[in-house]
């Protein structure tokens, strides 16, 4: 066994071989402690960039699923206005063609007109409608978004702010050495 004399013995005699074995566990451990943590924290910030890429790419599915049903919608409002002309034409023709001429026809063509009209414009509310609807679901799909983003970020920053400081692992191993330093010394 090593005996520690002179001026490094530090008043313990025998005892400081296990105080110096003592000061190098705590900071092996104090610097492993550090180290695990610090590749937590880089585990985390991995785990949290996938996460914010699949975050990303459900955005652009919904997004795009939103667009193509409102794509959908505007083509079929546009059918339905198209075989509204054509009804209201239609109609208006057969007044036309039913042979009577006055005010009585020109009552019925005015009321013709105003019902296509009212139909055709009862459409492009529903698909004024459905626009705005389009716009709010995607600014609900960008703040969901937004918020898994945030929570990623949250977790990075607790992984990283759980990493001791070099400075705190020295002042712990210090610490610990003074503590098992004034437990040793002779009494």
């Known amino acids: 066994m090593c005996v520690v004399s002179g001026p490094l013995a530090l008043g313990l005699g025998k005892a400081a071989p296990l105080f110096y074995a003592s000061l190098g566990l705590n900071a092996v451990t104090g610097l492993a402690g550090r180290s695990a943590a610090q590749a937590a924290a880089d585990q985390t910030y991995q785990s949290s960039l996938i996460a914010n890429r699949s975050a990303e790419q459900a955005f652009a599915a919904q997004q795009e699923g939103l667009a193509a049903q409102l794509k959908e919608t505007r083509a079929s409002q546009a059918q339905e206005k198209q075989a509204a002309t054509i009804r209201g034409l239609q109609a208006k023709g057969a007044i036309k063609a039913s042979g009577r001429a006055g005010l009585t026809v020109d009552l019925l063509l ?37 918020d898994r983003r945030n929570q990623l970020t949250s977790n990075i920053n607790q992984a990283y702010n759980q990493i001791p400081s070099l400075g705190s692992v020295l002042l712990n191993v210090a610490t610990q050495g003074l503590s098992t330093y004034g437990q040793l010394l002779p009494s």
């Open 110 to 146: 005015a009321d013709q007109e105003r019902q296509t009209a009212n139909f055709r414009e009862s459409i492009n509310q529903a698909l004024e409608s459905a626009s705005r609807q389009y716009g709010r679901n995607v600014d609900g799909l960008t703040a969901q978004r937004d």
